[in-house]
């Protein structure tokens, strides 16, 4: 397994505002994830966050509302954008570790935001 | 697209009872099976896998069983206990992500 550090584990943020959550791994992966966890509701993936190019979003989420990065193999960040209270939610980053068989992937904490 | 289907819950069960929590699911091809288990204010956990048809999963007792004929991943276990209270999802692997179930909850009493 590996250690997965997201940073805040949780924020209260104003309407408008924008924040960045930080992913750290601990172990070589070779793909990272951003879902998000509604209130009472299942994972839903918004994207696969690529090593030095643009992430790849799924349907329904868009850049300029969740832009990320990821600089190198083991560090990736989410900002979640001009936020309203819709896009309170636990935001989860998610690893595939290199050598790693059956396809599982790995959980952060995850970050729970509210948005007033 | 690939899915997976599981039971509404919440579930409630004393302890010691069997636990079923069904799973199907909609996928081109035979894709791994997975169930994670959320519990009370921590992160997501693998909880079991299966990588191929009639593959059996298991771990902490839970097991589940990779059914092609009826694309069905149920989760069972013998004798649950109040420490096995949680979330638990239903996922199969599409692409390299992994698609999840809206998850059932757990709520086993003493």
């Known amino acids: 397994s590996a250690v997965i550090s997201q940073k805040p584990s949780r924020d209260i943020c104003q309407r408008g505002t924008s924040l960045t959550i930080q992913c750290q791994v601990d172990s070589q992966v070779t793909m990272m994830f951003w879902y998000r966890q509604q209130p009472g509701q299942s994972l839903t993936l918004i994207a696969t966050a690529n090593q030095g190019s643009e992430a790849t979003y799924e349907s329904g989420f868009v850049i300029d509302k969740f832009p990320i990065s990821r600089p190198n193999l083991t560090f990736s960040t989410l900002t979640v954008s001009n936020m309203s209270p819709e896009d309170s939610s636990i935001y989860l980053c998610?690893?595939?570790?290199?050598?790693?068989?059956?396809?599982?992937?790995?959980f952060g904490e995850g970050s729970r935001l509210t948005v007033l | 697209g690939d899915s997976v289907t599981q039971m509404e819950g919440p579930v409630t069960l004393s302890e010691e009872a069997f636990l079923t929590i069904n799973c199907t699911y909609t996928a081109t091809g035979y894709p791994s099976l997975f169930w994670y288990v959320q519990y009370p204010g921590e992160g997501l956990q693998l909880l079991l896998k299966a990588t191929k048809a009639d593959d059996k999963g298991s771990n902490k007792g839970f097991e589940a069983t990779y059914r092609k004929e009826t694309t069905s991943f149920h989760l069972e276990k013998g004798s649950v206990q109040v420490s096995d209270s949680a979330v638990y999802f239903c996922?199969?692997?599409?692409?390299?992500?992994?698609?999840f179930g809206k998850g059932t909850s757990l709520l086993v009493t003493p």
């Open positions: 996922a199969l692997r599409s692409g390299y992500a992994l698609n």
């Open positions: 998610s690893v595939k570790l290199a050598g790693g068989q059956g396809g599982e992937l790995f």
